[in-house]
T-cell receptor, first 118, second 109 residues
Framework: GAVVSQHPSRVICKSGTSVKIECRSL??????MFWYRQFPKQSLMLMAT?????????EQGVEKDKFLINHASLTLSTLTVTSAHPEDSSFYIC??????????????FGPGTRLLVL | GQNIDQPTEMTATEGAIVQINCTYQ??????LFWYQQHAGEAPTFLSY??LDGLEEKGRFSSFLSRSKGYSYLLLKELQMKDSASYLC??????????WGAGTKLIIKP
């Protein structure tokens, strides 16, 4: 159990375009989903926390107008990188936390999306 | 400030045992997590400790001492596939995960 999927697994786009990344919890309901980015050989950096049905909470330094997050249901959250630039190239990983579970604090990670902006 | 410390890199031999330490200073404590991350992949959950003591799960065990702000991950009967980064993360009083930088474990034949 506790499987999280992400789509696409990798994407290459031109500078100035927008890219949408989907994160789904496949076999459980996730009240909270998290979006991270990770640069090569660096630790995970939390970008934002999203709760189903409410606005996402962004970490300091993360532009909410550039990284749009929608958590429309208990099994789906999307991250849209708007007007992407080469410096947005990174590994984006989502995680989900189960609702109403005895192990409710554990985050389960999606496989990640590798974004390359040319 | 909040701080998680773990060694940057460790090397061990196939079939041996290795212990990866993690010390933390956080505002509050709501559990400590260990994740495994292979190069180019997302982290996978290994263990969760919220009470003091040892939690064993197959070849992997995790220990916690809250009074010392200390945890370790113990890997037994090392296999080549265990070569990965091991991330220690602490959930603080706001239920936010504070991440360590990870320990790169290199397994040699």
């Amino acid at each position: 159990g506790a499987v999280v999927s992400q789509h696409p697994s990798r994407v290459i786009c031109k500078s100035g375009t927008s890219v949408k990344i989907e994160c789904r919890s496949l076999d459980f309901q996730a009240t909270t989903m998290f979006w991270y980015r990770q640069f090569p050989k660096q630790s995970l950096m939390l970008m934002a926390t999203s709760n189903e049905g409410s606005k996402a909470t962004y970490e300091q330094g993360v532009e909410k107008d550039k990284f749009l997050i929608n958590h429309a249901s208990l099994t789906l959250s999307t991250l849209t990188v708007t007007s992407a630039h080469p410096e947005d190239s990174s590994f984006y990983i989502c995680s989900a936390r189960q609702a109403a579970s005895g192990d409710s604090e554990t985050q389960y990670f999606g496989p990640g999306t590798r974004l390359l902006v040319l | 400030g909040q701080n998680i410390d773990q060694p940057t890199e460790m090397t061990a031999t196939e079939g041996a045992i290795v212990q990866i330490n993690c010390t933390y200073q956080t505002s509050g404590f709501n559990g400590l997590f260990w994740y495994q991350q292979h190069a180019g992949e997302a982290p996978t959950f290994l263990s969760y400790n919220v009470l003091d003591g040892l939690e064993e799960k197959g070849r992997f065990s995790s220990f916690l001492s809250r009074s010392k702000g200390y945890s370790y991950l113990l890997l037994k009967e090392l296999q080549m596939k265990d070569s990965a980064s091991y991330l220690c993360a602490v959930m603080d009083s706001n239920y936010q995960l504070i991440w360590g930088a990870g320990t790169k474990l290199i397994i040699k034949p």
